[in-house]
């Protein structure tokens, strides 16, 4: 049996928290897939590659309402899609090299609990005084009749396929779904999206998941409200028998997205065998300072969180790290202020309470709602359905949350989130701060002073 002194499990957001402060310690990492694991290798970072990519393809057939006839002839999907991976496949075995290099020893096959702090990792047994716990989450692979009969993707595959199909059936109307579906369509792919719920993106606030299905309405065929009851094998794709709220369809399409949401990976851990409480989904529970059931053992990232962003597992592994080497000042990551955008077409962003949440709950609110056309930038790009809508507490004058769908939401959405997280007032920020002319940071600011 080995001991260590520090044993990282996944090597994701774990593999951030080392630092020279660790520098003289005996310490392993164990990581059966990719370092970088899923942000780097198959999730936000060639994910946003190929948004890029599609921006470009969108804007220039877009372009046309200002008066740029531009068209796009060709994509060439393989060069996009190794243009993406060159960059990021060598990574993993560097990163590894580099770790091997400081003296850590690598395991490349799963662990799993055998017992409370001690693991198995292929047949070796391994202790530690400290263990981070960071094994992420995987898709969800729905129990649908006949799945298990026909080639299908999710989000770990898709982004390597060796040809763009005609068609693809998107089952899920969440980040993924959206995401995709802007890629893929921007590449000329027609799109099919099955979304169980109302309407897509519900998880945003109702207004910007109401105008974002609209338009999202426009670009594929959104079947709301719909579930595939059976798949089966059709030529070389799919036919999806799709119960809809007016009778069953049949939709055949050349290929198949699964992205009806991530589980965590503490099953196949055993985190249970390692004394570790679970929440009903799975989630490793911790407390604010991220310390699990079983002392001395720490968890982070999407093993643990709802959110399942990476900055949210950044900002945990840099809790974790001050937490171990500092366990006489520990901190605490209040998760009140969680900001997320999902990249697609337009971009939405949103951080703090929704409107239907604050209702929910009960919490007093002013709301303001500003379109990006009444800015001067909303005209230059001839803007029609944008907005930027702000929720604050009408007693402190604090914000409550922010939610904006139109271009460059994720970058307008920053100077809320600041606000949001050192406390300062919307007066303040809409009359202490100057706002760039004629940028689109104007819609913010016009939005707050109507607060
Ligand atoms: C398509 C897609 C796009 C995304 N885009 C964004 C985005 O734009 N912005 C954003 O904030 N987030 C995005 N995310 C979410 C983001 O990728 C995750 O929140 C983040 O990667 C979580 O980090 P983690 O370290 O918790 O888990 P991971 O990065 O998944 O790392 C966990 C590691 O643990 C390893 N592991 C699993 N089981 C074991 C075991 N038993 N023993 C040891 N190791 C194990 C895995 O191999 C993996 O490498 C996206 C996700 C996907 C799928
Ligand atoms: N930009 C980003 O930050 C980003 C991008 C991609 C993924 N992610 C992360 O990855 C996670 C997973 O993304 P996702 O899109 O798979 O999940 P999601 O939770 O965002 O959405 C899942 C969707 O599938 C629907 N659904 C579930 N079961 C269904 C069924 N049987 N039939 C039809 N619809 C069904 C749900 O109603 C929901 O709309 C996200 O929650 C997010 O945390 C983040």
Redo the contacts with the bound molecule.
Sequence with gaps: MRHYDLVLLGAGSGNMLLSEEFDGLRIAIVEPGRFGGTCLNR??IP??MFVVAADAAEGAREARRLGVHASVSHVDWKSVRDRVFDRIDPLHESAMEYRRSQGVDVFTEAARFVAPKVLKVGAERITAETFVVAVG?R??V?D?PGLDTVPFHT?DTIMRIDDLPASMLV?????????FGHVFASFGVDITI????PR????EDEQVSRRFTELAAQRHRVLLG???TSVGPKGDGVAARVACPDGEQTVEADMLLV????RPNTDRLRAVDGGLELDEHGHIVTDDAYRTSVPGVWALG?AVNH????HVANAESRVVRHNILHPQDVRTLPNTVAP????THPQIAGVGLTEQEARRRGIDFLVSVRDYAQTAYGWALEDTTSFVKLLANPADRMLLGSDIIGPQAATLIQPLIQAMSLGLTVDRLAHDVMYIHPALTEAVEQALLEL
């Design positions: 999730g936000c994910s946003k989450a898709p969800v729905p649908v989000s089952l899920g109307g969440g980040f993924i779904a959206a995401e099955v979304q169980r719920g897509l993106l519900m998880a719909s579930e595939i992205a009806v949401g991530r999407d959110f399942q962003l990476k997320h955008a999902v990249f």
